[in-house]
């Protein structure tokens, strides 16, 4: 604890031949004490303290010392601090947060430690720190030899906390979080999230009390600005849709198994982590009419080192929702007849999953993602196929969204079906918005028209 109640008291003489002057300070109804061999040495003591109270700095209640004085005897270094940072948050963080965690305090570590001779090669040092003193899953492990050196040099050059309360380091750190391997500029969401992770770093040391203050705020470095509006031009249109859709069916078996697969993202906008887990009793698939799909959960592809059973795979419940959420989607004939045809041809898994890989397990996103490409090469233009339309197949949700918002569906339902926000949803899709407010300003127009 710390306080402010600090009285310090003269210097008075002891029978004592090796420290005959004694210096007395009491924090907080607590007495402390120092002997000393000279008045001398006992004055410039005393007056250490004295400024120290009266420049209105606090004072620990155990040690008696002040704070600036604590933490500079307290030398713990940002390597140990990071691991244990790491430690604290593993337990309740997903997968790919805790991969995101040790990717930015491995950044922030290599920017950090001396550059010159005996500093291990970046790639070694940067697998080392990423793989090993960044995963806590595998702290009490015993790292391969050359990753064993290099952790063995970080933790013997790692500045001390108490060094980093200084705008200029936390500058160097920023502008490495900025950029990727190759030095070019790292996308404005990666720079935020890589900040994000520094700063709640800082902040657990002005906690423990190793920093006065966290020094990111003394830093005048604006984050980049992310896009947050969607690119129309990535915007498949549903004819463009049902091409695509042909292009994945025309491959095979290595496609077939896949249709259905898209199908959910661009008529129910699920997301890719969504679909690879919906499961035969969460359908609701009549012979006519609209359908419906309850979802649950999510199945989003992570490195096996970042999960708790070691599977490349993390089972979670909704993004961004409470674990038992139910997300309900009325899904249209198109998509009933899809998931129809695909349980009819392919069955579910012993899990009740619909969608497996063709090899069996989960589906990977190498492997949808190598069957989009070939699909997008079969059914676009060469225009086309060198254009955003539909680049990724996480556009296909867009797509849905956007179509969504254009055939008149109210924000709020869009929302809803969706499973995001409707500020998210105002923010990124405003484009597709402004031109639905023109339309509805024609309506309303020929509303007075009527009425006239």
């Not at 420290?19 to 607590?30: C, E, Y």
């Not at 199945?299 to 599977?311: C, E, H, I, M, Y």
């Not at 499973?419 to 339309?439: M, T, W």
């Amino acid at each position: 604890m710390q306080t402010y109640d600090v009285r310090v008291w003269n210097i008075r003489r002891r029978a004592s031949k090796s420290a005959p002057f004694q210096l007395r300070w009491i924090v907080d109804g607590k007495v402390h004490q120092e002997p000393f061999l000279t008045k001398t040495l006992a004055d410039a003591r005393r007056a250490q303290l004295v400024t120290a109270a009266g420049r209105g700095e606090a004072f620990d209640t155990e040690t008696g010392l002040p704070v600036s004085e604590l933490r500079q005897l307290n030398r713990t270094t940002w390597y140990e601090h990071a691991r244990g940072h790491v430690a604290m948050k593993w337990p309740n963080a997903a997968a790919k947060h805790r991969a995101s965690i040790a990717e930015s305090l491995s950044i922030a570590t290599m920017t950090l430690c001396p550059h010159g001779r005996g500093r291990p090669d970046d790639e070694l040092l940067r697998r080392a720190l990423y793989q090993w003193a960044f995963n806590a899953g595998r702290h009490g492990q015993e790292p391969p030899e050359d990753e064993a050196r290099a952790l063995a040099w970080v933790e013997k050059n790692s500045p001390a906390m108490v060094d980093l309360d200084s705008a200029g380091k936390m500058r160097a750190v920023l502008d490495g979080l900025a950029r990727r391997k190759n030095g070019t500029s790292a996308a404005p969401n990666t720079i935020r999230r890589r900040r994000a992770v520094l700063s709640n770093c800082l902040r657990l040391a002005v906690e423990k009390e190793l920093l006065p203050s966290n020094p990111l705020h003394r830093v005048h470095w604006e984050t980049p600005k992310a896009v947050e509006e969607l690119d129309e031009r990535s915007v498949a249109t549903p004819a463009q849709a049902r091409l695509l859709l042909d292009g994945v069916r025309g491959q095979g078996i290595r496609g077939e198994h896949l249709v259905a697969f898209f199908g959910c993202m661009y008529y129910a906008a699920m997301r890719p982590e969504e679909v690879s887990v919906l499961s035969l009793d969460q359908c609701s698939l009549p012979e006519t009419g609209w359908g419906r799909v309850d979802l649950s959960g999510a199945r989003p592809q992570v490195g096996s080192g970042w999960t708790d059973d070691g599977t490349p795979y993390e089972e979670r419940g909704l993004k961004h929702r409470a674990r038992r959420t139910v997300r309900r989607v009325p899904i249209p004939p198109a998509l009933v007849v899809l998931l129809r045809e695909h349980i009819e041809q392919f069955g579910a898994g012993a899990d009740g999953r619909l969608f497996q890989a063709v090899r069996g397990g989960p589906i990977r996103s190498q492997e949808y993602g190598a069957v989009w490409k070939e699909a997008r090469r079969r059914a676009l233009t060469p225009a086309q196929a060198a254009s955003p339309l539909a680049f990724i197949p996480y556009d296909l949700r867009h797509a849905c969204v956007s179509f969504w918002l254009r055939s008149g569906v109210s924000l709020a339902e869009t929302a809803r079906r969706a499973g995001q926000s409707i500020a998210v949803l105002q923010r990124y899709y405003a484009k597709v918005l402004d031109g639905e407010e023109e339309r509805m300003n024609e309506l309303i127009d020929q509303g007075f028209a009527d009425q006239a």
